[in-house]
Antibody, heavy 119, light 108 residues
Framework: QVQLQQSGPGLVKPSQTLSLTCAIS??????????WNWIRQSPSRGLEWLGR?????????DYAGSVKSRITINPDTPNNQFSLHLNSVTPEDTAVYYC?????????WGQGTLVTVSS | DIQMTQSPSSLSASVGDRVTITCRAS??????LNWYQQKPGEAPKILIH????LQSGVPSRFSGTGSGTDFTLTISSLQPEDFSSTYYC?????????FGQGTRPEIK
């Protein structure tokens, strides 16, 4: 059974960096058939895909254009986890953030982290 | 980006009703469409992959059809636990993945 366990702060100040980590159990970050994504959800923007990292003989990343200049997703193979870093946040980045596995559809989700951007 | 439009946004139905939710893509996405159910306070859960493939453990009252730009999710006999949920479509034809705005059945 795959489990994704998210960790990170729930409150971030404007202009600072939002950082979350997703620890994977029951699967390998280097699974050649899976991709590891971050998605967020807010009342104003709905469900929004942010980006992904995946391994196909080497590591690849893809990011949504809406956040491309501010986002980094890093694989951490020794710890079987991956992270999200979103810099220069504003109140519009307030949302529930999910890490997810995309295998045949998005089949596993983390528990979600409500991140509020406020001073 | 591909825009996904669901209709209706909400619907009024009774237990046992047959319910159909429609999802329309702004361009053809072949069958690269998933359906999810989200209960309050929980993460979404995949119901259907690739337009019509029912995921393991999902009740058979859920089914999906469609290809190209028009897709449907049908619940053949609405159950009480289905009312508290919101249903979303999602295209995975191209990046960025995009979702519909959601449809929530309400008790008539």
């Amino acid at each position: 059974q795959v489990q994704l366990q998210q960790s990170g702060p729930g409150l971030v100040k404007p202009s600072q960096t939002l950082s979350l980590t997703c620890a994977i159990s029951g699967d390998s970050l280097s699974n050649n058939n899976a991709a590891w994504n971050w998605i967020r959800q807010s009342p104003s923007r709905g469900l929004e895909w942010l980006g992904r990292t995946y391994y196909r003989s080497k590591w690849y990343n893809d990011y949504a254009g809406s956040v491309k200049s501010r986002i980094t997703i890093n694989p951490d193979t020794p710890n079987n986890q991956f992270s999200l870093h979103l810099n220069s946040v504003t109140p519009e980045d307030t949302a529930v953030y999910y890490c997810v596995r995309d295998y045949q559809g998005i089949d596993y989700w983390g528990q979600g982290t409500l991140v509020t951007v406020s001073s | 980006d591909i825009q996904m439009t669901q209709s209706p946004s909400s619907l009024s139905a009774s237990v046992g009703d047959r319910v159909t939710i429609t999802c329309r893509a702004s361009q053809s996405i072949s069958n690269y469409l998933n359906w999810y159910q989200q209960k309050p306070g929980e993460a979404p859960k995949i119901l259907i992959h690739a337009a019509s493939s029912l995921q393991s453990g999902v009740p058979s009252r859920f089914s999906g059809t469609g290809s190209g730009t028009d897709f449907t999710l049908t619940i053949s006999s609405l159950q009480p636990e289905d009312f508290s949920s919101t249903y979303y479509c999602q295209q995975f034809y191209t990046l960025p993945y995009t979702f519909g705005q959601g449809t929530r059945p309400e008790i008539k």
